[in-house]
C-alpha cells in the first residue's frame, strides 16, 4: 500500500539551530510529494512540493529533495526561528488514485528562544 | 479573500444529533476534499468529489454523507453523532492535476459529549 513515515516528535530545538525531520515513503506508482505545515489552533499551509525525482523544493528557508533511490524528502531547515514552532506533515499524492493526500503521523517542532 | 472557508468553525453537540458542515472555494478549482483530523493530530481522507461527482470514499461510516451542490461547495452531514467522531475536519480544494497544491480551510472541531 502507499504511505509515508516521518521521524517521531515532538522536536525540541533552540532558536539559530539546524533542522532536520525525515521522512520516507512507500508508494506503488510515481507519488508527487509534499510537506505541508499547521500552526496552532490553524488549517494545513503547503511548505514545499516536489513532483519528479531529483527536484528540490524551497521555501521560508525550508528545503527538501525528492529522492527516488531512497524513497525520502527530507525536511532541512538551516537556522530555526521561534516562528517555525509547528506541527510539520509529510505527504504524497497519487494522481491515478484520485490526488488523495496520504499523511505522515506529524512531527511537531518547538523551538526556544 | 478567504480562499477556503468552512462554517462553523466549532461545534459542540450531544450523541446521536445529526449536524453539517459547509466548505466552500472560491479558487475556481474543479476537486474538493474532506479530511478528519483525530486528537493525535493524524489526518487521513475521508471524501472527495471532482465537478460534483464523489470520486473517492474511503471506508468511511455511512452515518457521514458529503454532499456538493455545485463545483464551490461541498458539504459534510453527519446522522446520530458518536464520541469518536470528534475530531477536527477540513475541507481543501484544488484542480485534479498531478502534483496540484491543495489549499485548505481553517477546519471545524467537533466534540460530541
Known amino acids: 500500500g502507499n504511505s509515508v513515515t516521518q521521524m517521531e516528535g515532538p522536536v525540541t530545538l533552540s532558536e539559530e539551530a539546524f533542522l532536520t525531520i525525515n521522512c520516507t515513503y512507500t508508494?506503488?506508482?510515481?507519488?508527487?510529494l509534499f510537506w505541508y505545515v499547521q500552526y496552532p489552533g490553524e488549517g494545513l499551509q503547503l511548505l514545499l512540493k516536489?513532483?519528479?525525482?531529483?527536484d528540490k523544493g524551497s521555501n521560508k528557508g525550508f528545503e527538501a529533495t525528492y529522492r527516488k533511490e531512497t524513497t525520502s524528502f527530507h525536511l532541512e531547515k538551516g537556522s530555526v526561528q521561534v516562528s517555525d514552532s509547528a506541527v510539520y506533515f509529510c505527504?504524497?499524492?497519487?494522481?491515478?488514485?484520485?490526488?488523495?493526500?496520504?499523511f505522515g503521523q506529524g512531527t511537531e517542532l518547538s523551538v526556544k528562544p | 479573500d478567504t480562499a477556503v472557508s468552512q462554517t462553523p468553525k466549532y461545534l459542540v453537540t450531544q450523541m446521536g444529533n445529526d449536524k453539517s458542515i459547509k466548505c466552500e472555494q472560491n479558487?475556481?478549482?474543479?476537486?474538493m476534499y474532506w479530511y478528519k483530523q483525530d486528537s493525535k493530530k493524524f489526518l487521513k481522507i475521508m471524501f472527495s468529489?471532482?465537478?460534483?461527482?464523489?470520486?473517492i470514499n474511503e471506508t468511511v461510516p455511512n452515518r457521514f454523507s458529503p454532499k456538493s451542490p455545485d463545483k464551490a461547495h461541498l458539504n459534510l452531514h453527519i446522522n446520530s453523532l458518536e464520541l469518536g467522531d470528534s475530531a477536527v475536519y477540513f475541507c481543501?480544494?484544488?484542480?485534479?492535476?498531478?502534483?496540484?497544491?491543495?489549499?485548505f480551510g481553517p477546519g471545524t472541531r467537533l466534540l460530541v459529549l
Open positions: 468529489y471532482n465537478n460534483k461527482e464523489l470520486i
Open positions: 516536489a513532483t519528479k525525482a531529483d
Open positions: 508508494a506503488t506508482g510515481y507519488p508527487s
Open positions: 479558487l475556481g478549482h474543479d476537486t
Open positions: 481543501a480544494s484544488s484542480q485534479p492535476r498531478r502534483g496540484e497544491t491543495q489549499y
Open positions: 505527504a504524497l499524492s497519487l494522481y491515478n488514485q484520485g490526488g488523495k493526500l496520504i
